[in-house]
């Protein structure tokens, strides 16, 4: 609980922002109360809402223009700030976050960030957009995440508001796996699930109720469900029951809207991309149903923005490898590429055409707010061109010519590429 005192800022306040803070305004935040008082004397207001030694970081900052900012209470400052519309302070908060987020302090920001929105009044707008942030960082770096100290101290709440997302990308078994950890951290318990005790179990359980059923336990293998989940005694005996039921009469449970059914944006399909991240990530699970196989991992072969935009750098990577998705990522946020099952290579002077039985292209983001669309190939033996250096030499960033079939006759398409991510199919070792 906070008490302040409504008075002009002195002349030594270092905060400009706050200098124009009318009389009266601190009065109007959600939660405040003022207590009459004398005339000539400093009207007192309690802010119950803000903690203690928050607000006396914020009144440092104001009167000094200093402040040492922590990742657990960065976000309280923030919202702070906000309230009392010291803005300057609002964007150190801001630019704290921003510089800060990795896999070691996404899941204190989560925590912090979650709390400050239920105890602030009002501050709900500010605080979700950090939330959604959070989750969406730790979602696309899930499995280092899971691993740190910081997600093992989670509320219940963030947990639940962070695996409840479709872009969480772990396997199912996994998530599952890293929630039984937490809830063991959280009831200390250290032992297997074979050597529990019925005290320690109850224990487990406790902290696990409310959760499994964010969990989809639908989509779990049925081997790993009978060996690592229904041990813990978790389990509903009805949802148990139901798991079954799914695993043998799958088509029975077909229901668009259960989001125990709908898979999440699992593993980084396409590591190392930065087209393919946040809210673009569900895109790899798209991009593999058209190439055929819904989990294969690709690998980054050529990035212009890291390579060189020379068709030198672009050969260099890239010749005598097949098959390839190319993506680029227009000006405006465009996100369009192409597939080829033929490897690049450089030509003669006067070029080639290269025939292709599964080259395509395809729209993923675009202005006209079409759906996803893949374009395929109309006429085989002219699916890809291949120029010379001297053509590609005529553009000031590579360029990448198709044939892009729309009619019955063939149309010319030349995508400028800035940047370029271009992947190649990597098999993974059966240990």
């Known amino acids: 609980m906070t008490t302040a005192s409504q008075q002009r800022a002195s002349p030594n306040t270092q905060c400009k922002s706050f200098e124009n803070v009318k009389r009266g305004e601190i009065c109007k935040i959600p939660g405040a109360t003022v207590t009459p008082s004398a005339p000539g004397t400093p009207t007192p207001i309690r802010l119950p809402q803000f903690q203690g030694d928050v607000f006396r970081e914020v009144l440092f900052y104001i009167y000094t223009g200093k402040i040492s900012l922590q990742d657990n209470i960065v976000f309280e400052v923030l919202l702070t700030a906000q309230a009392l519309g ?33 105890r602030i009044s009002g501050a709900k707008s500010g605080s979700r957009s950090f939330v959604d942030r959070c989750i969406a960082y730790i979602g696309e770096n899930a499995a280092e995440c899971i691993k740190t ?24 078994e996994d998530v599952w796996r890293a929630v039984l950890t937490w809830a063991k951290h959280q009831a200390g318990v250290t032992q297997p ?22 969990v989809r336990l639908l989509l779990i293998d049925s081997h790993v469900f009978a060996e690592e989940v229904e041990p813990t005694g978790a389990v509903p005996m009805e949802l148990s029951l139901e798991r079954y039921r799914f695993a043998a009469l799958p088509t029975k449970f077909n229901h668009p809207q259960d989001k125990r059914l709908q898979p999440r944006v699992s593993l980084k399909m396409f590591p190392g991309s930065e087209i393919l991240v946040a809210d673009k990530l ?14 294969q991992q690709w690998r980054l072969l050529y990035r212009a923005s890291s390579h060189g935009y020379s068709a030198d750098a672009f050969h260099r990577h890239c010749d005598g490898i097949c098959p390839t998705y190319t ?3 227009g000006t405006q946020g465009e996100v369009c590429g192409g597939f080829s099952d033929v490897a690049w290579g450089k030509t ?9 039985e599964k080259a ?14 893949k374009f395929d190939v109309v006429k085989k033996m002219f699916a890809t061109a291949h120029h010379p250096e001297s053509f590609l030499g005529r553009y000031s960033e590579l360029a990448l010519i198709y044939v892009y079939p729309t009619t ?18 990597m098999r993974l070792r059966q240990f």
């Open 282 to 295: 569900h895109f790899q699970r798209l991009l593999n149903s058209w190439y055929g196989v819904c989990k």
């Open 327 to 329: 993506l680029v990522m």
């Open 193 to 214: 699930v074979a050597h529990w005790t019925e005290e320690e179990r109850a224990r487990v359980c406790q902290h696990l109720a409310g959760v499994i059923s964010h």
């Open 149 to 172: 100290a910081a997600f093992l101290s989670l509320t219940k709440d963030a947990l639940i508001q962070l695996i409840s997302s479709d872009f969480l990308s772990l396997e199912e």
């Open 86 to 118: 010291v803005d300057e302070l609002r964007a150190a908060c801001e630019d704290h976050v921003s510089g800060t987020l990795n896999v070691h302090s996404a899941c204190t920001f989560l925590t912090a960030a979650i709390e400050a929105q239920e």
């Open 408 to 425: 019955a006759t063939s149309v010319w398409i030349v995508i400028p590429i800035s940047p370029i991510l271009t992947m190649v199919k």
């Open 360 to 373: 395509f292209l395809f729209s993923l983001i675009n202005s006209s707010d079409l759906p996803p669309t």
């Open 348 to 356: 003669s002077s006067k070029g080639r055409y290269v025939a292709s």
